[in-house]
């Protein structure tokens, strides 16, 4: 929202810039909010809560600010009825598409662990998800050509779909692998102890992710160029997932600079493709262009995390506590400890009252286990290179939009006739 309103009242040709704050904002906070949770978690086991009490103090003041301090004018022909309102928000594109995504999250999200892949608990939610996404995209296109998924927003050149598609893989790679599997890859592979060590050692993603930003943004600003800056970090994102695809139990070090390029991966998306997609949209329209770019960020997080947990916990569940007990064994562990072994290896606590227990059946089963996570955590990171492939040849296709980075204001402070208001498409 503050981004859609931020480009409306700058000139055009700062869109880039305007979006380049923006993520700069959120990547302090990010910074911030890594180092207090890891801090948090680190001194009290229960420590989690503290960070949804911290996450509810922010979003209260936050809520508060924007009810104090913004008061937008309505022009007397933006005033609408009730019906209107309902209308507007797309009730039924809306509905379609909330109950297809819940239930494919939950069908997916059974499927890491709690049930097979052919259950019903799995394919029941699976099958009407995905036709209930199908209704869904037919409506929006012969239903109505204003709702969530206006039509307005594929006239002019291809860029908002490629867009869209490369923020949604973004988003997979970043709330799945980035900011869930990899604080997970540090702790399993032995890399860090606890949960403050992680956070520290985070740092060389999302500090350079807010460093790079800005050359990235000022670079795009100057040039008019958007498109080339985005194929760059989408190439850094596919060194990433290979690199993270090979890793091993002894890439410690190399892993603090796989987060390095990861960062500056990172820094061109958030900052490039939402001015992107802007510039498809009609004034009118611009807010829901937004929303709907950082939706589709959004549910791709949301799914790449459900598909990366199943895959992870499904190689998991297949492997490791074969491999820790087969490494523990041949390194003289009795067999009847090994359900005592898995069971502290896995709550973490309590190897030392495992009965028989030797430094060198616990340096076994420990390497086993490093061994079986990174193999599963290959797995996962292998699932996602696919996906950044046709990202970075979506990106290669945008069209460039310097002929619009103009001096242009679409919302002026002075009144404007709305029939003399022209859209750049």
């Not at 009730?82 to 379609?96: H, T």
Request: net charge neutral; aromatic share 12%; with cysteine.
């Amino acid at each position: 929202m503050v981004q859609a309103i931020t480009s409306e009242v700058l000139p055009l040709k700062y869109r880039a810039l305007a979006n380049g704050f923006a993520f700069l904002g959120g990547a302090v906070g990010g910074l911030v909010g890594g180092l207090g949770a890891g801090g948090l978690t680190n001194s009290n086991p229960a420590g989690w809560r503290g960070i949804f009490w911290m996450q509810a103090a922010f979003h209260l003041a936050s809520a508060a600010g924007l009810f104090i301090f913004y008061w937008p004018k309505r022009s007397a022909h933006l005033r609408m009825t009730f019906k209107q309102v309902l209308w507007a928000i797309d009730p039924i594109g809306s509905m379609l598409f909330i109950i297809s995504a819940t239930l494919l999250l939950l069908a997916l999200d059974w499927a890491g662990g709690a049930y097979a892949w052919g259950d019903p608990h799995v394919a029941g939610p699976l099958g009407v998800g995905l036709g209930l996404l199908v209704l869904f995209g037919l409506y929006e296109w012969k239903g109505r050509f204003d709702g969530i998924v206006a039509h307005v927003f594929f006239k002019g050149s291809p860029n908002f779909a490629l867009s869209c598609f490369a923020f949604a893989v973004e988003g997979w790679i970043f709330y799945s692998a980035v900011n869930s599997v990899t604080p997970q890859i540090v702790f399993n592979l032995g890399f860090e102890k606890n949960s403050w060590k992680i956070s520290i050692r985070q740092l060389a993603y999302s500090v350079t992710s807010l460093v790079a930003s800005i050359p990235i943004t000022l670079y795009a600003t100057r040039y008019k160029d958007l498109k080339w800056p985005l194929v760059l970090t989408f190439v850094l994102f596919l060194i990433v997932t290979i690199l993270y695809g090979s890793i091993t139990p002894a890439w410690d070090h190399a892993q603090i600079g796989f987060n390095v390029i990861s960062g500056i991966g990172q820094s061109g998306p958030l900052t490039l493709l939402v001015a992107l997609v802007q510039f498809t949209a009609p004034h009118a329209y611009l807010s829901t262009a937004t929303g709907l770019a950082f939706s589709a960020r959004a549910i791709g997080g949301a799914f790449g995390s459900a598909v990366l947990d199943a895959i992870v916990n499904g190689k998991l569940a297949s492997t490791w506590a074969s491999q820790v007990s087969a490494a523990a064994a041949s390194a003289g562990l009795p067999a009847s400890s090994m359900p005592a072994l898995l069971v502290a290896l896995t709550s973490g606590e309590g190897l030392d009252a495992v009965p028989g227990i030797t430094a060198a059946s616990l340096g076994a089963a420990a390497d086993a286990s490093h061994w079986a996570y990174a193999h599963a955590y290959r797995l996962a990171w292998w699932s996602i290179i696919p996906f950044v492939v046709v990202a970075l040849v979506s990106v290669a296709c945008l069209k460039g939009v310097k002929e619009l980075m103009t001096e242009r204001v679409e919302a002026t402070v002075e009144k404007v006739d709305a029939q003399d208001e022209k859209v750049a498409v």
